[in-house]
Nanobody, 124 residues
């Protein structure tokens, strides 16, 4: 059974940084693509970034490009989201997700497994 557990959220001032972690277990993820999504109150869940577990190819939403970096540690089975230059509009619950396959997709419906989410709040 696949389990994804996020951590690292919190309260930070605008301009600050946070690093989110997603610990993955229950499967060999070499053929998976991992993603980060976020959902703000009253808004739909939106794509943030994705990384291919094997090979590490990445893709970002325009809103975070140049500020956020997605990475993975194969030995720890963990995916990270380094968030720099945070803005109040980055405030949301951030979710880790996994899908089998390597094709890049930004559609949340294409992801099969989800974590419980971690809250990120950026104050102005």
């Amino acid at each position: 059974q696949v389990q994804l557990v996020e951590s690292g959220g919190g309260l930070v001032q605008a301009g600050g940084s946070l690093r989110l972690s997603c610990a993955a277990s229950g499967r060999t993820f070499s053929s998976y693509r991992m993603g980060w999504f976020r959902q703000a109150p009253g808004k739909e869940r939106e794509f943030v970034a994705t990384i291919r577990w094997s090979g590490g190819s990445t893709y970002y939403a325009d809103s975070v490009k140049g500020r956020f970096t997605i990475s993975r540690d194969n030995a720890k089975n963990t995916v990270y989201l380094q968030m720099n230059s945070l803005k109040p509009e980055d405030t949301a619950i951030y979710f880790c997700a996994a899908r089998q396959g390597v094709i890049i997709t930004t559609n949340s419906y294409d992801y099969d497994y989800w974590g419980q989410g971690t809250q990120v709040t950026v104050s102005s």
